[in-house]
């Protein structure tokens, strides 16, 4: 499995590049941010980061594009970049057909970590450990990234099993 995992952000959006499957090593297939100029219209700047997502996506080919869901912040205007730069990550994947599934940041420094209150050096160090790098990535954006798309791949298959029985579940209920 291959996963795109996107840290959405206006001024710099980590990504990262993760394949293989839960239970063996992971290895890291390409890893950095996505910037945009601060001084640029708001609609340029997005525009500006669907190109390199794009770009990604295109160098890639990931067969899913994991995001950070934006959760409340205190500060309403950082929180408004966020969601629009996570909202142009999942267009950009639903463009072209690639499942996109949202972690909220707890999910994945737990899953990364085993705790959900790491912090951003911790979830660094690890995923320095499990994709066996030689140093953390840099900035803590692109480690971020690295460390949703270790999350889903992980998580994915139990995920999808409980998505099969809650539809088996439903399709029984309405046979009946």
Request: proline share 6%.
């Amino acid at each position: 499995m291959r996963v795109l995992g996107v840290d959405p952000g206006l001024t710099r959006c980590g990504v990262g590049v993760v394949e293989g499957v839960a239970g063996r090593p992971l290895t890291m297939r390409g890893v950095g941010v996505v910037r945009t100029p601060t001084d640029a219209q708001l609609a340029h700047r997005l525009v500006a980061l669907e190109q390199g997502l794009d770009q990604w996506l295109d160098d890639h080919r990931p067969e899913y594009v994991a995001v950070e869901r934006v959760f409340s912040q205190h500060n309403v205007r950082t929180v408004m970049g966020t969601a629009q730069a996570s909202a142009v990550a999942m267009l950009c994947a639903a463009r072209r057909g690639i499942p996109v599934a949202l972690h909220t940041p707890s999910e994945v420094k737990a899953a990364v970590t085993g705790t959900g209150r790491a912090d951003k050096a911790q979830v660094g160090a690890m995923v320095t450990r499990l994709l066996r790098l030689d140093a953390p990535p840099k900035p803590a954006d692109a480690a971020d990234a690295l460390a949703l798309a270790i999350c889903h791949i992980w998580r994915a298959p139990a995920q999808n099993r409980l998505q099969q029985a809650v539809a088996l579940h439903t399709s029984k209920g309405r046979s009946a």
